[in-house]
Structures are given as structure tokens and as C-alpha cells.
């Protein structure tokens, strides 16, 4: 029964992926196809196999070539938005994120420490792309809950001043009010509220004990004061009711998942002997396909590496397909409707 | 979560006795004084007050957890028995895993520290007219939709403002101030279960004795090595069904019901309170089977205060409780044979008052927090009739 699952599973992920390969190449045939794709959640999976190769291992390295990742990036942002590859669309693809007047938070992942945190190169590639687009880099701010966490994690801190700005939530505090909707009550960051016009997520690609994997969606449990309150019955539907909130869904622009280095097991700690170099990012304007997208890699390589799925453990992401009902309406996790669009190379 | 509201929150929200609150929170303030310990929570701006503080003098290996493999603990405090792996917390917020080990993160890390009448609490039966030197720390083991303190229950320590208190620095505190007992209190005192086994046993050896408010949700073990160490136990049964617990409270009732079956074997003195909440746990066959099992398992002398819901934190839709439905509960359990039903968050309700089973007549009468008549001898017997009256009256 595992077994035909399992197969199943690959065998769908493998449809997707040649699909997204089709789909990917010469700039993507757009018009027609695109249009009758309109109501399909587009996810890019954008890897670049040399990305760790400046040390000469083939991708195997510890060192990220940060050049190859920003070009990674700027790729994958013209093939969300079916763009030609230009110089000019590389400005456009963000300008449909934000722009000139816009104050924008970019939410990381620092909890798992410098081995599974959002790669501080990869922020640094968004925040100057979204000054090309007109946003000034005193109206954007790099944040996670805690300032510390994030130093950990190879940020620096910058508080005040005309540059980006970078610090935790520990340094502001949350809001008096609650928000509240279905089984979440929770006060947010005042990040969120009083520093973001439009929030972009930037969460890494790992496993986790307790709700299966957190990638996107989960990634907003950082944005709340009570988290611990919401890991119960896998995150469901704690993590799909947190996302219905309209400080988060008012906000939420775009989805840029650094999967340079990801873990198929043993999350949400980093666990070096359970990581593996997938030296990709996810993208998508889709949190829940990009989600889904996300589960089916962490399920391939769990197969590969011979463990059984997240279902088998009992512990498959429900809340995913929570997300996705008709009383959330968050995006999509019905593999027909997502369009998984896979690039490769950051040259 | 329990339904003791804290005195500076009272003062802005609670519309019914402000005055007593109010009187409470000054009093102590400006007895204790500014250098003693810090303003309560709200009154302080969060983040400069989380910025504070120094999180390594709080943080003590937890007493009750198992350790599993790669790195995982599973917690045996409480029911939840939350598995936890490497730097995460456990529901509470409040109990960190570092590389295997598992850490309180709230010892001595007290967050609303007041002196109040210990009928706040409410123990009617327990030193009635004294004061509590009252504390607690953030965090709570469930998440009851109508917390009244739910900015300290349902947040986590570093979130807001706290100041250290020893052990012994709470029991000299509450000697200094003359408070016959510490109680443990607003929060959920089962998730800083070491400080409050401490600072039981620091203030016993000063003369002092320990109380404690909660909600009772405990693992056997923790419970009888915690509230081994106290003089009496308030617990607040939120429901008698488990579908409340489950959806208004996310905990169980069962476990409640088998702790209050432990303390009564352990001896501890302890009162119940049943907050009644309109349209959730307000039916007849409710109030009439809670009173049947306490009469069955605890006996007709353990007191049950009925107390008054207000609008508050996820339920504020709900009105008030009427004083009508307070009533009928109280009748229900009178008639099922309990002899000691309380009103609360009522005030000048008769039935606020203690009265003889036996001859009906008046033996303390209370107004608003305050014992103002107490008729009950050193032999603890109706000054009427001679009938026994169950409690600890005197010092």
C-alpha cells in the first residue's frame, strides 16, 4: 500500500516536473497557453546544479556562488511571470510586486541557524531588486521573530538610518489587539502591521516533527505571538486559519522559498546528516501550491533516501489541503490546477 | 488559564468591583514600593520591558520530561504530553528544548505580583480576611476562549515585562507584608511548577504557607510532587463535559476529575470554581451532574462557587452571565446535597456569604473581597448550633 503510494506520488511529481519542463523552456510559449492556464497556481522550481561550485565540488560545496543565485533568482521571477528573459523584465517581474511608495517586509526563517536559515545572500539579491523596481531601501525591512536568531543566522542588524532594515520582532513588540478567525486568536509583529505594505515570504524547505513540513504557510507562525499554541492535530487548522487573517492575506505578494539547502527529516532543528543540497529556489505568487510543491520534493528524496512518506508517519501536512478548501480558498493543492514550472541553471 | 483576574487588569475591565481592585492594587503598590518588584504586566511597554530581561537567570532543566531519541523530549507535566524537538517549545511556551534537555523558562521570572485578599482567589474556607502575597509567571497549559488574563497566560515570558523574584525573596516579601500565604496564581501555575515547589518549600521554612490557583491539568505524578508542596488548592473546573474542554478550553476534563479525586486523597484543602459561560456550560443536567460527582467523589463540604462570565480575549459575543442562571445553578446543587454553594463576581449576593448547614444562620458575610463578619470559632464549629464547619479558619 506505502509502496503503490509512494509510486503514485513520484509518478505524479514526475508529470509535473516534465510538464514544468515543457512549460519552462525558450521563454515559455505564452498567449494561449497562458491564458488558459489562468486558473492553474504557477510555482517555479528554479535549481542551478553549480551553484556551491566555486569550491570546485560540483555542486556539493558549502559555499553558495552568490552571483548564481541572484541570476537563479531573477530567472525564475521573469518565468513566474512568463517574462522574456530581458534585462528590462527583470525589473518588471518585481515592479508587479511593489514599486515606488511601497513599504515591503521580507519575512525569513532563522529559527534552524546558519545551517537551515534563509540564505542571507538571497535576501540581500530581493532587497536590490526591489530598489531597481523603486522601492527605497529605507522602506523595506528584513525580519523573523527574534533579533538574536537572526544575527545567528548571519544576518546584521540595522535599525534606523536610509538602508534596509534589518532586526527581529523582540525589538518592537506585537500589537494589544487580537486578531481571530476560525481556531486562531493571536496578536501580530508590528512589523506586519505598521511597516509592511506588501509582505514577502521568504522560508526555507525542511521537515517537521509535528506538522509534516513547514515551508510558506507555516513560515507565518513567526509573525504571531503564540505559536506554541497552534502545533496541535499537525497544524490543522491552525496554520490555514492563521494565513485567512487579513494582516497576512491583505499582504502576501509572493512566495520565494530557499530550498538551497533543504531537510527531508528530523525538522525543524537542523540536522546536518538529514539536510541535503537541493540548490533551488520555490517561487510562486501561490503559498499553498508552493507548499504542495515543496511536500512532493521533500517526499522524493524521502524515498529516495529509503524512508517511508510523511503519511506512513502519520504526520503527512494536512493543513495544506485545509488551506486549500472551500471555506479558506488560500490557493491551490489539487495538482491539476498548479502549474509547476521547472528552470535550471543561474548562469 | 485560571479565573483570577489580576489586579491591575481589574482595575480597567472588571466593571464590578473595581473599588476592591482598585483599593488591592494601590495598597500593595505602595506598600511593596517601586524597587521591589515590577509594575504589572500592561504597564509596562512590551518590548523594552522584554528587552530587560536576561533570559539565562530564569532558565532551570525541567523536572518532569522523558528524553526520547534524536534529541526529542516528551513533557509528562501535564496531559498534553507534548513530544519536542530540539529548539522548540512545548504548548505551554514556557519549556524550551535545548539539544535534548528541557528547560523551564520562567523560574523566578514573575511577570504580575500582587498582595490580595485571599477571597480574590476565591478560597472562602481558608484564613478568610488575610492576604496573599500573589504571583505568577506567563504561560498557561491550555487556551480557554474567555481568559481574563490571556496577555500573560497565552503569551510567552520573553514577550513581557518581568522581574526576577527568588524563591526566598517571595517568601520574605509576603512575611514582610504579612501575608499568611503565597498564592500562585493568574496564569497557570502548573507551567512554572519548579519555582512554585521552591518557593513552597523557601516559604515554609519563613512560616509562610502556599496556595495555589489552577486548572488542575495535570499528570498524577506532577500534581502530587507539586501540590504536595501546598496548604490548599483552588481548581477551576471549566465544564463538566468533555466537548467544552475540548472545544472552549483545548484541554480534557477527565484529568481534571482525577486530580480533584487526588487531592482529596492527599488531604489538600480545596474549593472549586465553575465559571458560567451563557449558551456553553449553563444547562441543568450539567450543573446537576458536576454537583453529583463531587458529592460522589469529594464529598458535600468541598465549596463550589458558581461565578459570573464576562465578555472577554475569543468570547466577547457572549453576554454577561445572568444572575438568574447563577441562581439556578446554585439551587441544583444545593438540592443535589452540597453544602457549601457559592455566587461569585456577584457583589452584595447573599450568596457570597458562608452559612451553617445545619441552622442556616450566618457565619461569615463578605463584601466584595473582604471578610467584614467572620463567626467561626478556633474549633472551627458553628458558634449557634456546635455543627463542624469544614475549612482552616485560623492561623
Keep these: 500500500m506505502t509502496d503503490l503510494r509512494n509510486r503514485s506520488r513520484r509518478s505524479f511529481l514526475t508529470r509535473c516536473l516534465t510538464g514544468a519542463a515543457a512549460l519552462g523552456v525558450a521563454g515559455l510559449r505564452e498567449g494561449g497557453e497562458a491564458q488558459a492556464a489562468a486558473a492553474k497556481s504557477r510555482v517555479v522550481v528554479a535549481r542551478d546544479p553549480l551553484l556551491r561550485s566555486s569550491d570546485s565540488t560540483r555542486g556539493s560545496g558549502s559555499t553558495i556562488d552568490a552571483r548564481r543565485l541572484e541570476t537563479l533568482l531573477v530567472n525564475a521571477m521573469q518565468s513566474l511571470f512568463s517574462l522574456p528573459a530581458t534585462h528590462e523584465n527583470g525589473i518588471a517581474a518585481w515592479r508587479r510586486i511593489a514599486g515606488a511608495g511601497d513599504t515591503v517586509s521580507l519575512k525569513v526563517n532563522t529559527l534552524g541557524g546558519r545551517g537551515i536559515s534563509t540564505n542571507v545572500d538571497l535576501v540581500a539579491a530581493v532587497c536590490e531588486r526591489l530598489q531597481q523596481a523603486g522601492v527605497a531601501a529605507r522602506n523595506m525591512i528584513v525580519w523573523d521573530r527574534d533579533t538574536e536568531e537572526m544575527e545567528r543566522a548571519g544576518f546584521r542588524i540595522v535599525i534606523g538610518g536610509d538602508r534596509v532594515q534589518c532586526f527581529g520582532t523582540d525589538r518592537v513588540g506585537y500589537e494589544d489587539d487580537l486578531s481571530a478567525w476560525g481556531s486562531v486568536g493571536s496578536r501580530f509583529s508590528k512589523i506586519l502591521t505598521r511597516s509592511s505594505d506588501v509582505l514577502i515570504n521568504l522560508p526555507v524547505l525542511k521537515d517537521h516533527d509535528g506538522a509534516g513540513v513547514t515551508i510558506a504557510l507555516k513560515n507565518m507562525y513567526g509573525t504571531i505571538h503564540n505559536p506554541n499554541k497552534y502545533h496541535p492535530n499537525g497544524c490543522d487548522p491552525y496554520v490555514a486559519d492563521l494565513n485567512m487573517l487579513p494582516e497576512i492575506r491583505s499582504r502576501m505578494k509572493l512566495t520565494i522559498c530557499d530550498a538551497t539547502t533543504a531537510m527531508y527529516e528530523g525538522g525543524p532543528g537542523f540536522k546536518p546528516e538529514h539536510s541535503w543540497k537541493l540548490n533551488g529556489l520555490l517561487v510562486s505568487q501561490d503559498a499553498v501550491a508552493l507548499d504542495f510543491t515543496g511536500w512532493q520534493l521533500i517526499e522524493r528524496k524521502r524515498a529516495e533516501m529509503g524512508l517511508k512518506t510523511l503519511e506512513a508517519e502519520q504526520r503527512a501536512p494536512r493543513y495544506i489541503a485545509t488551506a486549500a478548501d472551500s471555506e479558506h480558498g488560500l490557493g491551490h493543492c489539487d495538482a491539476a490546477r498548479i502549474a509547476v514550472v521547472e528552470i535550471q541553471g543561474g548562469a | 488559564m485560571n479565573c483570577e483576574l489580576i489586579a491591575a487588569e481589574s482595575s480597567a475591565r472588571n466593571p464590578l468591583d473595581r473599588r476592591s481592585f482598585l483599593m488591592c492594587a494601590l495598597a500593595s503598590g505602595a506598600a511593596l514600593g517601586a524597587g521591589e518588584f515590577a509594575a504589572p504586566a500592561g504597564a509596562v511597554p512590551l518590548a523594552s520591558g522584554a528587552q530587560a530581561q536576561n533570559d539565562a537567570q530564569f532558565t532551570f532543566e525541567a523536572k518532569f520530561y522523558e528524553k526520547l531519541a534524536n534529541r526529542k523530549i516528551k513533557c509528562k507535566l501535564c496531559p498534553r504530553e507534548c513530544v519536542v524537538g530540539d529548539k522548540e517549545r512545548g504548548y505551554c511556551g514556557v519549556r524550551e528544548n535545548h539539544g535534548g534537555v528541557y528547560y523551564t523558562l520562567v523560574h523566578s521570572r514573575v511577570c504580575a505580583a500582587h498582595i490580595d485578599p485571599i477571597e480574590k482567589k476565591p478560597l472562602f474556607h481558608y484564613l478568610p480576611g488575610t492576604n496573599a502575597f500573589s504571583i505568577a509567571t506567563a504561560g498557561c497549559n491550555v487556551n480557554c476562549k474567555f481568559c481574563q488574563n490571556w496577555d500573560i497566560s497565552q503569551s510567552r515570558p520573553e514577550e513581557i515585562p518581568a522581574q526576577y ?75 463538566f463535559t468533555e466537548s467544552y474542554y475540548a472545544k472552549v478550553v483545548t484541554g480534557q476534563l477527565k484529568p481534571v476529575l482525577d486530580s480533584l479525586v487526588t487531592l482529596r486523597k492527599m488531604g489538600k484543602w480545596t474549593e472549586i470554581v465553575y465559571l458560567v459561560v451563557p449558551s456553553l456550560n449553563d444547562d441543568d443536567e450539567e450543573f446537576r451532574g458536576l454537583a453529583r460527582w463531587i458529592k460522589a467523589n469529594l464529598g458535600p463540604d468541598v465549596p463550589l462557587h458558581f461565578t459570573q462570565f464576562h465578555p472577554e480575549y475569543l468570547l466577547k459575543n457572549l453576554p454577561i452571565t445572568p444572575v438568574s442562571t447563577l441562581e439556578r445553578a446554585k439551587a441544583i446543587a444545593d438540592a443535589e446535597g452540597l453544602h457549601y454553594v457559592y455566587i461569585g463576581n456577584v457583589p452584595g449576593h447573599p450568596a457570597q456569604n458562608t452559612y451553617c448547614p445545619q441552622c442556616r444562620k450566618m457565619l461569615v458575610e463578605r463584601v466584595g473581597f473582604t471578610a467584614s463578619k467572620m463567626l467561626i470559632g478556633k474549633d472551627s464549629t458553628c458558634p449557634y448550633c456546635r455543627h463542624s464547619i469544614p475549612g482552616i479558619w485560623h492561623a
Excluded at chain 2, 174 to 195: L, Q
Excluded at chain 2, 197 to 203: E, H, L, V, W
Design chain 2, 165 to 239: 523574584i527568588s524563591p526566598h525573596q517571595a517568601a520574605d516579601i509576603a512575611r514582610k507584608y504579612d501575608c499568611p500565604t503565597i498564592a500562585y496564581t493568574y496564569s497557570e501555575p502548573v507551567v512554572f511548577a519548579e519555582y512554585l515547589m521552591d518557593t513552597a518549600d523557601a516559604a515554609h521554612e519563613a512560616g509562610v504557607r502556599s496556595i495555589v490557583v489552577s486548572n488542575g491539568y495535570m499528570q498524577h505524578d506532577s500534581l502530587e510532587q507539586a501540590y504536595g508542596k501546598m496548604d490548599a488548592v483552588k481548581i477551576d473546573l471549566k465544564a
